[in-house]
Structure formats: structure tokens, C-alpha cells
């Protein structure tokens, strides 16, 4: 499973939107679909989602370099979630 946010309207930036739509996300591919693994691309220069999915305890597991038309790297992350079995 693949998540992603935008946010296009300058006015929603920096104040915690990114963080809880992607929080929501997560818990619902877990607790809804069962998906316990969950990845995330985006370019280098994006320091504000690589933070996000930093914080939301995402790896990075590969660096393409210069994927991208404007010459930046693309990172990719993981989220492996823990199973919700009991046993």
C-alpha cells in the first residue's frame, strides 16, 4: 500500500494537516484492510514530507539518484506495521 498527501492551499501548510491525514491513513489501512506494510515516495528536496514520514517512524530504504526531471533524488520509505493478531 502506497500514501501520499497534498496539500495545495499555502494557507493549511505547517500546521499539522500532512501529519494527522497521514496518521488517519495508516490506521485505516491497518485496522480496515489489515495492510501491514505501507510506502512512501518523494523527491529529495522535499524536506517537509521527509520529516513527516520520519516522524511517523517511516525508513528509508532506497535513494534513487536524479529521478527527476529537476535533477533531485528519489527517496523511498517503509512503514512495516505490527499484526493485530493475538495469537
Known amino acids: 500500500c502506497e500514501i501520499g498527501i497534498i496539500l ?3 494557507s493549511v501548510k505547517r500546521k499539522g ?3 494527522a491525514a497521514m496518521i488517519l491513513g495508516i490506521e ?3 485496522i480496515e484492510f489489515g495492510i501491514l506494510t505501507i510506502t512512501a515516495e518523494t523527491k529529495s528536496i522535499n524536506s517537509v514530507m521527509r520529516h513527516i ?3 511517523l517512524h517511516f525508513q528509508c530504504v ?3 539518484p536524479k ?3 529537476d535533477g533531485s533524488d528519489r527517496y523511498c520509505y517503509c512503514l512495516n506495521l505490527p499484526s ?3 495469537g
Open 62 to 64: 532506497e535513494i534513487d
Open 53 to 55: 514520514l520520519e516522524k
Open 8 to 10: 495545495q492551499n499555502d
Open 67 to 69: 529521478v527527476y526531471d
Open 28 to 30: 485505516k489501512a491497518k
Open 84 to 86: 493485530l493478531d493475538k
Open 17 to 19: 494537516y500532512g501529519t
